[in-house]
């Protein structure tokens, strides 16, 4: 008796962290608010729209996060081995102008934008952030093909590009 309740508990345990990652963004996320380097207002759908028909990058980061400053060197590699894919930086910063001169520090090329609702945020949540900087890949017909990577150089971000 004491084995199969150890083996409900193994199983139980098991499957209780497996969770499947979604392949599409939740209408929450989607309809998230986002600020541009313009300062003006856009929906994390019109983001994707914006570059529907490209396979996407999408690197969420802060300028004051060290793993993501370290992480920069790596996305530029990126950029230049795959030239056709889109990279979208989405920023933690606590501050538009600590975000804004952040990317002008480190020389950061792709389109900019700042979320303003943060972590806790409708994409926030979705993503279930809990580390930046954190990526993503997006394909051409918007479907998620990488949830969670923590690191730009991930073999799974290559392969998928």
Known sequence: MNKIKYLLVVFLVFFSC???EPTVFSNEALNDTFINLKGETIIF?????????????????ASWCKDCVGGIPKVKELQLEYQETTYIFLSLDKTQDAWKRGIEKHNIKGDHYFMQSGWKGAFGTFTGLDWIPRYMVVDKQGNIKLYKSVEADDKKIKDLL
């Open 18 to 20: 497996y969770a499947q």
């Open 45 to 61: 759908k019109d983001i994707l729209n914006k570059h529907k028909g490209s396979n996407i990058v999408i690197d969420i980061w």
